[in-house]
């Protein structure tokens, strides 16, 4: 790692020098400015600008917007980081392969960043230019939305909770952890504080809705098999959230749903095995980590695309610069 640093500085002071040099050899021959000899002179010089920033964004340090609350309040839409991108090895280039990996892993709480399983891949010219666009602007320009114009999330920021030969299952949004080489769960509120951990992941959700959630799932579960005939039971529980728009809990709602399905059609083999996954739990294998967010009740992580290769964790969130009254260091958090 040393080495590969002191080829990036190597690389920088010699591009220093050669412009002194230059400017000197100018300045030896001065000849009478010009407008396009003033702007080619700027250009050169904000371009050398932004190399050196996307270069430092690259393998040193990455200045990251907050997209979504996932992780509030820990970190709140809009706040900026940065985020150190040694942490678990540097990468040659975005996406790409990792060097300087040995005995650099993520442990448990680290809030890190990684590629979002769900991104859609637009190519590799386009990665290129909304990451040289973003990093030559310090955040300031996005060109890569979503079809709604929202920020598309290439890179998604959680807290690292589930990691190998662990089993992690949610009852009404509550997370249980089975530990690896243990046959029980245990509530995670425990967990974090016989480990002590972070007590930041926290709920929003009241205990009393999850009546009305489960319901609702099923019911929808009814209407996707095109059943119109329901348990009575299902429709009074449903009308204590019938005046909500959407669920509280998207998980609990969707683990109901396929429930039903897969109860309904035993048959169905793909079904079962997603039903499986909602009453028994998620299974991290060796070298993954199941990231969550805090802000459990809002947040779409590693429930909806499970655990993810920490080989795709591209870094850990260190510091907190923006806004100014909210600076703090996360390393520890």
Same mark, same amino acid.
């Given at each position: 790692?040393?080495?590969?640093?002191?080829?990036?500085?190597?690389?920088?002071?010699?591009?220093?020098?050669?412009?002194?040099?230059?400017?000197?050899?100018?300045?030896?021959?001065?000849?009478?400015?010009?407008?396009?000899?003033?702007?080619?002179?700027?250009?050169?010089?904000?371009?050398?600008?932004?190399?050196? $920033?996307?270069?430092?964004?690259?393998?040193?340090?990455?200045?990251? $917007?907050?997209?979504?609350?996932?992780?509030?309040?820990?970190?709140?839409?809009?706040?900026?980081?940065? $985020?150190?991108?040694?942490?678990?090895?540097?990468?040659?280039?975005?996406?790409?392969?990792?060097?300087?990996?040995?005995?650099?892993?993520?442990?448990?709480?680290?809030?890190?960043?990684?590629?979002?399983?769900?991104?859609?891949?637009?190519?590799?010219?386009?990665?290129?230019?909304?990451?040289?666009?973003?990093?030559?602007?310090?955040?300031?320009?996005?060109?890569?939305?979503?079809?709604?114009?929202?920020?598309?999330?290439?890179?998604?920021?959680?807290?690292?909770?589930?990691?190998?030969?662990?089993?992690?299952?949610?009852?009404?949004?509550?997370?249980?952890?089975?530990?690896?080489?243990?046959?029980?769960?245990?509530?995670?509120?425990?967990?974090?504080?016989?480990?002590?951990?972070?007590?930041?992941?926290?709920?929003?959700?009241?205990?009393?809705?999850?009546?009305?959630?489960?319901?609702?799932?099923?019911?929808?579960?009814?209407?996707?098999?095109?059943?119109?005939?329901?348990?009575?039971?299902?429709?009074?529980?449903?009308?204590?959230?019938?005046?909500?728009?959407?669920?509280?809990?998207?998980?609990?709602?969707?683990?109901?749903?396929?429930?039903?399905?897969?109860?309904?059609?035993?048959?169905?083999?793909?079904?079962?095995?997603?039903?499986?996954?909602?009453?028994?739990?998620?299974?991290?294998?060796?070298?993954?980590?199941?990231?969550?967010?805090?802000?459990?009740?809002?947040?779409?992580?590693?429930?909806?695309?499970?655990? $993810?290769?920490?080989?795709?964790?591209?870094?850990?969130?260190?510091?907190?610069?923006?806004?100014?009254?909210?600076?703090?260091?996360?390393?520890?958090?």
């Amino acid at each position: 790692m040393e080495k590969f640093m002191a080829m990036i500085v190597g690389w920088t002071e010699a591009r220093l020098t050669h412009r002194k040099a230059l400017k000197a050899y100018e300045e030896a021959h001065k000849a009478p400015k010009t407008f396009v000899g003033e702007l080619l002179g700027w250009i050169d010089a904000l371009l050398f600008a932004i190399v050196v $920033v996307i270069l430092i964004n690259q393998y040193l340090f990455q200045l990251f $917007v907050i997209p979504s609350p996932s992780m509030v309040h820990t970190l709140e839409v809009k706040d900026r980081v940065f $985020v150190g991108k040694n942490s678990y090895g540097t990468e040659l280039y975005s996406a790409g392969k990792k060097i300087f990996t040995s005995n650099r892993l993520v442990h448990r709480d680290n809030i890190i960043t990684f590629y979002n399983p769900e991104y859609p891949n637009k190519g590799v010219f386009f990665n290129v230019l909304s990451q040289f666009i973003y990093s030559g602007t310090f955040t300031l320009v996005n060109i890569d939305k979503n079809e709604d114009g929202s920020p598309a999330e290439r890179l998604l920021v959680k807290r690292a909770v589930g990691f190998p030969e662990e089993v992690v299952r949610f009852n009404e949004g509550n997370v249980l952890i089975r530990p690896s080489g243990s046959t029980s769960f245990v509530p995670e509120s425990g967990f974090r504080s016989d480990c002590d951990l972070s007590t930041a992941p926290h709920r929003s959700v009241d205990s009393e809705e999850y009546d009305g959630i489960k319901a609702w799932g099923s019911l929808y579960g009814y209407q996707d098999l095109g059943i119109t005939t329901v348990p009575e039971h299902l429709t009074k529980a449903y009308s204590s959230v019938s005046n909500k728009n959407y669920p509280e809990d998207m998980y609990q709602f969707e683990t109901s749903r396929t429930l039903t399905k897969a109860l309904y059609d035993p048959s169905d083999f793909s079904l079962r095995s997603k039903a499986r996954v909602y009453r028994e739990g998620i299974y991290i294998g060796k070298g993954q980590v199941l990231p969550l967010g805090d802000n459990r009740d809002n947040s779409r992580d590693g429930r909806y695309f499970g655990p $993810v290769w920490q080989k795709n964790v591209n870094g850990r969130v260190l510091f907190r610069f923006w806004p100014l009254k909210r600076i703090a260091y996360l390393g520890n958090k």
